[in-house]
């Protein structure tokens, strides 16, 4: 069954410690990404990856960091540099073609 | 540098009215145009998408969008408007097939029975 997974669906953290959240695909997509969620702000995104070993920052990096070891896996790592995490984190992946396509999301919340 | 305005942020109709769901895009090249919709703790899901081949753009679950270069822009509509429909609609625009996408702050569509 193919598809972009994300986990874990929530996490919470205690502000000071780094979390990490996991997005994989098994589509065979080169290129993936993470996007932040925020209510009433749309989706910003944070970094992004176009083939492995390899990737830029977006908009809104800071305080965020990721890696691209695999094709089929790109983590994001919250460290406790980002003041204001909690949010709603999605990953998306594309094929060599225009459309992006979305997991199903974690919700972080700062405890 | 590209935007996507989607004004308003609620939008409420009837079951069975019609669906209008307002995007405007500023955009230096022609742009690729998307609409994704997102249900409560959900992922997005691709709706429709125009890529410079036929202006109006049907879609999943009865939507289309119409492209129109001289208005800039590219509403969503839908002739009935059904319960399902209740959710998240984000527009978004691209400048071509292996660029960023940018979004807009998206629409919130209730279904009033």
């Known amino acids: 069954d193919g598809g972009i997974t994300q986990s874990p669906k929530y996490l919470f953290r205690k502000e000071g410690q780094n979390v990490t959240l996991s997005c994989e695909q098994n589509?065979?997509?080169?290129?993936m990404y993470w996007y932040r969620q925020d209510p009433g702000q749309g989706l910003r995104l944070i970094y992004y990856?176009?083939?492995?070993?390899?990737?830029q920052k977006g908009d809104i990096a800071e305080g965020y960091s990721v890696s691209r070891e695999k094709k089929e896996s790109f983590p994001l790592t919250v460290t406790s540099a980002q003041k204001n995490p909690t949010a709603f984190y999605l990953c998306?992946?594309?094929?060599?073609?225009?459309?992006?396509?979305f997991g199903p999301g974690t919700r972080l919340t700062v405890l | 540098a590209q935007s996507v305005t989607q004004l308003g942020s609620h939008v409420s109709v009837s079951e069975g009215a019609l669906v209008l769901l307002r995007c405007n895009y500023s955009s230096s090249v022609p742009p690729y145009l998307f609409w994704y919709v997102q249900y409560p703790n959900q992922g997005l899901q691709l709706l429709l998408k125009y890529t410079s081949a036929a202006t109006l753009v049907k879609g999943i679950n009865g939507f289309e969008a119409e492209f129109k270069k001289s208005e800039t822009s590219f509403h969503l509509t839908k002739p009935s408007a059904h319960m399902s429909d209740a959710a998240e609609y984000f527009c978004?625009?691209?400048?071509?097939?292996?660029?960023?996408?940018?979004f807009g702050k998206g629409i919130t569509l209730s279904v009033r029975p």
């Open positions: 998306a992946s594309r094929l060599n073609t225009d459309t992006q396509y």
């Open positions: 978004a625009t691209s400048t071509g097939a292996n660029s960023k996408l940018t």
């Open positions: 990856s176009q083939i492995v070993n390899d990737f």
């Open positions: 589509l065979n997509h080169d290129a």
